[in-house]
């Protein structure tokens, strides 16, 4: 199975943009509808924005829409793009993977997915 690995957090300027990587390794991501998910401390994890295996479909939490863009290139890469960044998108960054299902839109739900990366901090100054 695949196993995604994080990568490109780090500590910002509100207002400011920055690039999150999601790799695959073991296998790549031909068959695997991705999503980014984030979580703080004592919270749950949530959406972000999730990309179909076909690169087709993309779906964003209403919290990010029109700031954060998720995109995918070739079969072994996935990035999330975040632009315009607040204090409030401060976060543990996480990549997911499932085995597309072949519907219309890739899942926002955190129990769809089952392989996960370690997460990557990002950390947005006021």
């Known amino acids: 199975q695949v196993q995604p690995v994080e990568s490109g957090g780090g500590l910002v300027q509100a207002g400011d943009s920055l690039r999150l990587s999601c790799a695959a390794s073991r296998r790549t991501f031909s068959n695997y509808d991705v999503a980014w998910f984030r979580q703080a401390p004592g919270k749950e994890r949530e959406f972000v924005a999730a990309?179909?295996?076909?690169?087709?479909?993309t779906t964003y939490a209403d919290s990010v829409k029109g700031r954060f863009t998720i995109s995918r290139a070739n079969f072994n890469m996935v990035y999330l793009q975040m632009n315009s960044l607040s204090a409030e998108d401060t976060d543990v960054y996480y990549c997911?993977?499932?085995?597309?299902?072949?519907?219309?839109?890739?899942?926002?739900?955190?129990?769809?997915?089952?392989?996960w990366g370690q997460g990557t901090q990002v950390t947005v100054s006021s």
């Open positions: 990309i179909s295996w076909s690169g087709g479909s």
């Open positions: 997911a993977a499932d085995i597309t299902r072949y519907s219309t839109t890739a899942s926002r739900r955190v129990g769809e997915y089952d392989y």
